[in-house]
């Protein structure tokens, strides 16, 4: 009789453990969602998708900004800035790349589209690679930084100035909010 009362408690002990671990999973899960929608509250609380992604710009620049004013001896700070500017760009990307530029190409854009994109690979990318390859203490480190910005602030200019205007107009009002909707949806996937 002991050793069924035995099994039974250890039945119980292991089912109390996978119910902890369900709660633990389950509250981890909401934590991921919560801070997706946390990054992604920026873009989305802009209002429409061209909103969005100017807010996204202005956070960008000011972040290199802040990048360019650490000193050679920063390199922790130098890093982590680095990190979230990956992160930030990353996401950025993916809601231009997979909503945005579609959406022109599929309006025939495909020359704009094409040319930011390959900006985005030739230009953004590149610049984050090198900026993590460099040594963060160097001053060619802040030297590349200055580049990429530079590079960046001329591929914001031709999207807000020229480009994203012109694809706002050519959509109806209901097409502008379905496409907020898109591009909100990838950049939560991977906020």
Same mark, same amino acid.
């Given at each position: ?25 389950? =509250?981890?899960?909401?934590?991921? !969602?919560?801070?997706?929608? %946390? ?6 609380? %802009? ?5 969005? =992604? ?9 972040? +290199?900004? %802040? +990048?360019?004013?650490?000193? /050679? ?7 982590? +800035? ?13 809601? /231009? ?6 959406? =022109? ?17 030739? /230009?953004?990318?590149?610049? =984050? ?60 996937? !991977?906020?």
């Amino acid at each position: 009789m002991a050793t069924k009362y035995k099994a039974r408690s250890n039945n119980d002990s292991s089912g109390g453990k996978f119910a902890a671990g369900a709660a633990g999973f389950g =509250l981890g899960l909401l934590a991921a !969602v919560g801070r997706r929608a %946390a990054v992604q509250a920026i873009t989305a609380v %802009a209002g429409d998708w061209f909103d969005g =992604l100017k807010a996204e710009h202005k956070l960008a620049m000011t972040l +290199m900004e %802040a +990048m360019e004013k650490t000193s /050679e001896a920063d390199v922790k700070k130098r890093a982590a +800035m680095l990190l979230s500017l990956q992160h930030m760009l990353g996401k950025h990307a993916i809601q /231009e790349e997979d909503v945005i530029y579609c959406a =022109l190409r599929a309006l025939g854009d495909v020359n704009d589209a094409n040319e930011l994109g390959n900006e985005h690979n030739a /230009e953004v990318k590149q610049g =984050l690679y090198d900026l993590e390859q460099i040594d963060k203490a160097s001053p060619a480190w802040v030297a590349r930084l200055t580049q990429l910005k530079n590079d960046i602030a001329a591929h914001v200019q031709k999207e807000e100035d020229e480009v994203f205007p012109k694809l706002r107009a050519k959509l109806t009002p209901e097409e502008n909010k379905k496409l907020t909707v898109r591009m909100n949806f990838e950049g939560f996937k !991977v906020a």
